[in-house]
């Protein structure tokens, strides 16, 4: 930014001001998402073990992305990267491009967005809705470059959720998402979770959880469950953060390269998923709910299932708790649409019959 005489500044700071006041005008508008509690077959349920989604497609812009857009807004306000009249880039696979676009449009910014074409039509008039542009390239490995150069040409702001979301968000607490997580439990049979299942997509979320259970010295374990495809759970495991895969097919989460983001020291277990897994499980929990999820939703729950068999071949009781990212409005012309997975070569069949096999007798076979 250049150097600004004692008026602009002044008006700079009165514009700083107002943006942020309407950024946390927005937080309390806004109420604490919803924890449900998800049927389990009657014999996992007798074992003593429950799970629990935590509802965060009820936020304004419908997913779990609205708190980490809010956040990055008031990073990059508070740090002085954003003036009146700054058009604001992101490199994003959708969701977190939404919930941006509305937060530029509540400021009064234009707002870009930079993401492969592939990704969901849904999502993109939503992106458009809110009155962001789209830009779209051909890989998920192009996004970050596009969008860095993107923003350099119209002298824009860059927010790079890939490199800001772990130190945006206040981990000690501040009702973020663990912190809700804890008070929502209070009143639970098993009040403090064995396990915590979330899925990476810029890492954010996984790192804010993982820190704030060191911070509060809760015994509580975190999970991250990976989509193929992903380079998170192979970097993970080696303790890499030079690892590169092809990119994940489960929108909203994995990548191809390990982002700065993603803190593995915070994570306790790691799982890769396959994409129909997760796509068969986002429709088995849709089931349950009477209402659809996204597929990262899917991700997650298999995982936790997964999780709770353990817990049950062990004679352990307590609960698990997982997101339910964002509603399945979003994909229904793709992943809930038999000729688009067909045309992906996905088969379900297999996936589809071991939850089958847990609903009937509570077994996990896989």
């Known amino acids: 930014m250049p150097q600004l005489s004692a008026e602009e500044m002044e008006k700079h700071r009165a514009w700083i001001d107002e943006a942020v006041r309407r950024v946390e005008a927005d937080a309390q508008r806004s109420a604490d998402t919803h924890l449900h509690q998800v049927p389990l077959p009657t014999e996992v349920a007798w074992a003593g073990i429950d799970l629990y989604l935590k509802d965060e497609s009820v936020h304004p812009t419908g997913s779990l992305k609205h708190r980490l857009a809010r956040s990055l807004f008031l990073y990059a306000l508070c740090n002085g990267w954003l003036h009146a009249g700054s058009t604001v ?50 890989s998920a490995s192009e996004v970050y470059d596009v969008a860095r150069r993107l923003a350099e040409e119209v002298g824009g702001h860059y927010l790079d959720q890939f490199t800001y979301a772990e130190r945006a968000t206040d981990w000690r607490g501040n009702n973020n998402i663990a912190e809700s997580i804890f008070e929502q439990m209070s009143r639970e049979p098993h009040p403090l979770p064995s396990w915590i299942v979330a899925s990476a997509g810029t890492g954010g979320t996984s790192a804010t959880i993982g820190r704030y259970l060191r911070y509060k010295r809760l015994p509580t374990r975190l999970l991250v469950a990976d989509p193929e495809g992903s380079a998170f759970y192979e970097g993970w495991r080696t303790d890499s953060c030079e690892v590169t895969a092809h990119g994940s097919r489960i929108e909203g989460i994995g990548r191809p390269r390990v982002e700065p983001s993603f803190i593995g020291g915070v994570v306790d277990e790691m799982v890769c998923v396959p994409d129909a897994a997760s796509i068969a499980t986002m429709r088995w929990v849709s089931t349950r709910l009477g209402r659809t999820v996204g597929p990262s939703t899917g991700t997650n729950v298999w995982a936790a299932l997964g999780q709770i068999a353990r817990m049950r071949a062990s004679g352990e009781q307590g609960s698990v708790v997982t997101l339910l990212c964002d509603g399945g409005e979003r994909y229904r012309s793709t992943y809930y649409d038999d000729e688009w997975i067909a045309g992906r070569g996905i088969d379900l069949g297999p996936w589809s019959a071991a939850l089958a096999e847990f609903d009937a007798a509570g077994s996990w076979s896989v």
Do not use: D, N, Q
């Not at 696979?93 to 990704?119: D, K, N």
């Open 89 to 138: 880039v992101e490199a994003s696979s959708g969701s977190t491009a939404v919930s941006e676009a509305y937060f530029a449009r509540l400021i009064g910014l234009p707002f870009v967005a930079v993401m492969t074409a592939s990704t969901s039509p849904e999502k993109i008039e939503l992106i458009e809705w809110y009155g962001g542009r789209c830009h779209f390239v051909e």
